[in-house]
């Protein structure tokens, strides 16, 4: 079977973007691929995080994962701290990657705009832990939105590199991108991505979220002063809402501007709540059960992480004896 892996980082609010353009593809690619999928808690430290808030979030995202169809006896639910297997591949890739490379990383750019002394050297060598992760489980497809695309070609980058010197010992890994949920923008602003970590939640609808906010904030999305329903760049705000109704309703786009024709953006706006509204109930009444029981959540990541650890630690003796470092005697 083919391998899978991907992760999130357990910052802010888990939303419907993280939903549609990375966990919808999780779920569906768990029957047919040999699947890992991460909390990656050591790569939320590159942001200053309060500890207690931290733990929380690694039990909420995994009861979310669960809740939105990760099935535990199907695929590997692992803390990344829990596996220093990831650290130490890290390491030995760092000494494989260059300044210049991870200079160019657009989140890189992004995160330490307008910071100049306060920039943490994890927010720049965040993409090495990135390739680490997913390069330790020889996974062949990563399902993940538009944004990580360029920290997947570092790590394919990265992994040709170490193949070229040392021999092949790394798949090489193919991002698995939707069409319509890969990038889901801001709803008051749509010409940023909609992020958990927005410290405006009106920009977000958060996996958690009741109805009448979820109704809320679809009702004061930013949409144009115009009537008419059609799909283009013109419009960013609809455009938006549309894709968001289409990964949510698995009906293509086409078909839903035709489904609103001479009709008003209100009348969209409602149904696409209603849609959210319909999709998340059966998450959030499963999530609220999961998270009351912590202690099956450690058992949950003990049997991922010896799962995660026996695949990972065949890679990292792999790469060591390739690159000189002699074995410790038992
Ligand atoms: P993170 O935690 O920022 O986001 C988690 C996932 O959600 C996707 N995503 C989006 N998709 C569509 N539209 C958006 N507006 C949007 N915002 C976020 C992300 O693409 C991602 O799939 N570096 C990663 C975490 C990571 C990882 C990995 C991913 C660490 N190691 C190994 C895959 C494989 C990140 O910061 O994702």
Redesign the pocket.
Known sequence: MKKV?????P?GNL?I??Y????KNWVKLQDTHECIY?I?DL??LTVEQKPADLRNRCYSFAAQYIACGINPEKSIIAV?SHLPQHSELMWVLSTLTYLGELNRMT?FKDKSKGKDKSINLGLFS??V??AS??LLYQ?DF???????KQ??ELSRDIANRFNTRYSDTFTLPEPYI?KE??????LQDPSS?????DTNDSNYISLLDNPDVILKKIKRSVTDSGTEITYSDKKPGLQNLINIYSSFSDISVDDIVKRYEGKMYSDLKVDLADIIIDKLKPVQDKYNILISDKSELDKIFKIGRDKAAYLSNKTLSKVYRKIGLIKSIK
């Not at 990563?142 to 990580?148: E, F, L, S, T, Y």
């Open positions: 892996l991907s992760g999130i980082q910052s939303c973007s993280n549609l353009g990375a966990i991460l990656v790569h939320s990344q989140q965040y993409p832990l990135m992760d997913i996974a990563v399902p993940v939105g538009a944004d990580q920290h997947l939707p949920g890969a990038r889901i923008m801001s991505k909609m992020s958990k970590s």
